[in-house]
């Protein structure tokens, strides 16, 4: 067993400052991690209702020193409330060491974080854009893998701020007009193909629409000003917020100011030159967009030899 | 896949001739769940592209990417045009400014005057070529669908497969070979017309910032396209092995990455020919940018991508220590048919018509086997 687990509890504060590090933990540490977390996530109900100030996160895709550089600017954990909106893991080099670093920090900062599920928390996703491949790269075999994807069942599918502020990682659904339906889904499964959990991590804005619409993603749907309009109204709320898309200056806001998008990548995939932000919902309910850009680790950092991507198998 | 392919009996194969009763019809998606990828592998459509796969691979090997289109069959000519028109277009149609997500709304403007460019010129062509003007739309569609999306403002692999099989409907139809003198298309006539369709649209991703479609990130090979990489090993694979082959007992190692990447003597051949590690080096991706595809898709990436290369395009980099490029060029073949051709996220939207790609079980005996490698999905 690790030095990092005695007496059947985790060291969380060792594993975090290892984690800040980017140091890998053992297998074992991070199973017992996902126990621990699952444990915690169960009793957390599909619409959570947190007090601002919060800070809000969006897409981070293993991106894990924009992570660390979205904490320099937006202050450290539990100095900083944070609400993260999905999409953690896929496509950069560090889904492992972001996924691990925030479920320490859940367990550590129980009421102070708060992880929504996105459509890549799922088998079916992470399995084909990049986290099964990390996993496997890293750690040699799948284990890890598992128990995320896992303990990804138990993540929470949405948020509420103050009573005001409806955040999700995808957006709306034509299943869903009262947030009381999201309550009643069992949502302790893998993300189905279709239904309301889908598509509120699956959703996008359509700023031409007025109603719901096909989406091209193959899931979800398109939802346009009237539906925002109607679900705040019944919901008695003035402002959704979400992730799932990349923007440009990192963040995006539509609908007369009925809708934010939160983007926290930056510099997408090394190439799309975008910002990245983290929006602060104040004490007072303003909202203030934090924009930053790629940390400078990203430019430093030299890849060692023993990452090997499982894509090479094709070469053998 | 060192035995030859006699690529005149294998095309018949999977496309034996026109039927004069043929029934064209516009391409419609017929994947609509992952379970439906089976039958896909079943296909005609599947098959064919199995076909094209092999036999732009077959032609291209040991050839240049040629220069300009002299001498290139009028058919191919006529094809290119089509191409450097749409190019054109994104001269006439500036990026837009304004407060926007990603992607550029001056694609969507693009877009559909494109499609209407690709219309009128492809049935031109195919009038000139006096085949039955029904099949029009059924392959237009194909060159509209590999333009990227237009809800999405994304680009990537399942486009880039739709100009595949658009090319595949041109030689089908008989566009590009020339039945006069009886001279089929060449390995010059491929690579000028895939050439050229890469030109366009890496100005179309840059001009109009399109998104990555779907990308896999560090653990994908490129966050666009994958068809450049297996035409351009192709072109280079054989000649190093031939000579070579004997000497070199030992397997070629995945994991020997060069240590240092810069010595670029040993980035060439004693035939004057880029190796695999010739990627790292600047001056000899300059060189070959322009008559391979494969070099011609790294300086891409070289230009849109920051940081170091090890960084931002690992799977590229850990393929740059395999030896030999016919290693590289059947390890693409086969990530292609499971990355691509083997994901419902990519093929789900894939256009299945009357005549050219049709959903129906593919029955030829013996055809099959033919098919190189086949699917092997993980």
Sequence with gaps: MSDLISGGSIDLDSCIERLYRREKLAESVVEALCTKAKELLIKESNVIHIKAPVSVVGDIHGQFFDLIELFRVGGFPPNTNYLFLGDYVDRGYFSIETMTLLTCLKLRYPNRIYLVRGNH???????????????????????????????????TLSVVIDDRIFCIHGGLSPNVHSIDQIKVVDRFKEIPHEGPMADLVWSDPDPEKEDFGISTRGAGYTFGAEIVKKFLHVNDMVHILRAHQLCEQGFQVLFDDRLSTVWSAPNYCYRCGNLASVLEVSATGERFFNVFDAAPENEEYRQQQEQHNTMTEYFL | MTEPIDLASYRKAVFPHL??????????????????????????????????LNYVSELVSKVDAPGSADGLLPGVQSVAAVLDRLAGVVDEVPPVSGPRRFGNPAYKTWYHRAETEILTMVGEIIEARSVTLDAKDELAAYLIAALGSVQRLDFGTGHELSFLAFFGGCLFLGLLDDEKSGTSVSGEDILWIFSRYFKMVRKVITTYSLEPAGSHGVWGLDDHFHLPYILGSAQLRGVEEKFEGENAAAKPKVSSRPSRPSKAPSMMSVYGMPRPSAVMSMEIINDF??????????????????GPFFEHSPVLYDISGVQYWVKVHSGLLKMYNAEVLGKFPVVQHFGFGGVLYPWAEFAAAGAAAAGGTGDKSR
């Design chain 1, 121 to 155: 928390e799922s088998r079916g996703i992470s399995q084909n854009y990049g986290f099964y491949s990390e996993c496997k790269a890293k750690y040699g075999n799948v284990n890890v893998w598992n128990c995320f994807t896992d303990m990804f069942d138990y993540l």
């Design chain 2, 289 to 306: 940018k322009e008559k391979n595809m494969y070099f011609g898709a790294i300086a891409f990436i070289y230009q849109v991508k920051k």
């Design chain 2, 19 to 52: 039927p004069p009763d043929a029934r064209f019809s516009a391409p419609e998606k017929r994947i609509h769940i992952s379970e439906d990828l089976r039958f896909f592998h079943s296909t005609t459509a599947y098959a064919r592209i199995q076909f094209l």
